[in-house]
């Protein structure tokens, strides 16, 4: 079970995954040593799975980001994700229980770059009977 002082090294390593330990150490009043064990811990038990950065697509030239609902014929849905998951403008991909059955974060450079992956990537994956694309206008979080 996590405890307050795991929460917030969590916290903080989750808004900047490159906090320093001695910083943190400061804000719980332990020592440096005593972080680094507990994030070793969280690591080790698999809360911690990683450590990566944010990146702006707009930055990368990708001035359009769209949440992209995909439905499959239920015997392709785990074929249809293996697929999307090899596109390089797909850079999140999950199974949901919600109106789609598979949820595929895009990356486009324009509506007519979005339209393309629609129709000429993803609409031709055996398997797929409706792509529903949602473009994302700002991100608040």
Known sequence: MLDERDRIILEM???DARTPFT???KVLGISETAVRKRVKALEE???IK????IVDPAKLGYNLVSITGVDTKPEKIFEVSNRLKEFDFVRHVYLTSGDHMIMAEIWAKDGEDLSGIISDKIGK???VVKVCPAIILEKMK
């Open 45 to 47: 038990a698999g809360v």
């Open 50 to 53: 990683q450590y990566t950065i």
């Open 125 to 127: 994956i055996d398997g």
């Open 13 to 15: 390593l989750t808004k």
């Open 23 to 25: 910083e943190i150490a």
